[in-house]
């Protein structure tokens, strides 16, 4: 029995990791904020992107999302720090708990959730609900808009760059014996939009 207490306790696991990820604009002074919240907050690494929210491009996140393993949890100061939208949000939370990873916000909405427990799970179908109301509101305004689009005899894509009095002068200009070049730079368009115009070309 004294020789079973003297021996080494083996680790059941592998060390777990707090990971901390930051998406910061050129303020340097919030940069530091959250870095610093994060480190408090006991985070062995911090993954920092430098772009505005509305820029697709993290590849730090991406980075983090690639350094985190089951058992780990990813930190983040807040969740507008993390996410572009809801449906972004759920997406990504979703990813975390199919690897089994966990999920902390520090500070602002949702903060301290938990997903492992029921309240946080209850948390989190919320918003997951909130994100589909919000996926469903872009694809009806998708819908309407090509709906509107086709009434008026557009068939979506951007708004046509050539009007009905460029048309007009498209035709005197070729009754004369212009160039398609000549008429497309006297109007100021392409010479491809003349040639969607096929009467004027």
Excluded at 39 to 47: D, I, L, Q, Y
Excluded at 93 to 111: C, H, P, Y
Excluded at 151 to 158: D, F, I, K, N, V
Aim: one cysteine or more; aromatic letters at 4%; glycine letters at 8%.
């Amino acid at each position: 029995m004294a020789h079973d207490l003297l021996q080494p306790v083996r680790a059941s696991r592998v060390a777990l990791h707090l990971i901390g990820y930051s998406r910061v604009s050129t303020d340097e002074q919030e940069a530091q904020l959250q870095v610093d919240a994060l480190n408090v907050a006991g985070c062995s690494r911090v993954f920092i992107d430098k772009a505005s929210g509305k820029n697709a491009e993290r590849p730090e996140l991406m980075a983090a999302m690639d350094y985190l393993r089951s058992g780990d949890s990813l930190c983040v100061w807040k969740l507008d720090r993390f996410a572009r939208s809801l449906i972004d949000l759920v997406t990504l939370v979703d990813e975390l708990s199919r690897r089994g990873i966990g999920f902390k916000v520090l500070t602002g909405a949702l903060a301290n959730i938990d997903p492992a427990t029921a309240d946080g799970r209850l948390m989190l179908q919320v918003v997951g609900a909130m994100a589909e109301f919000e996926r469903s509101l872009i694809k009806e305004r998708a819908k309407a808009g090509l709906q509107a689009a086709k009434a008026q005899g557009r068939t979506g894509g951007r708004p046509t760059v050539i009007t009905d009095d460029k048309l007009t002068v498209a035709r005197a200009r070729k009754a004369k014996g212009e160039s398609v070049s000549a008429i497309a730079k006297a109007i100021g368009v392409s010479r491809a939009t003349l040639y969607r115009h096929p009467e004027e070309a």
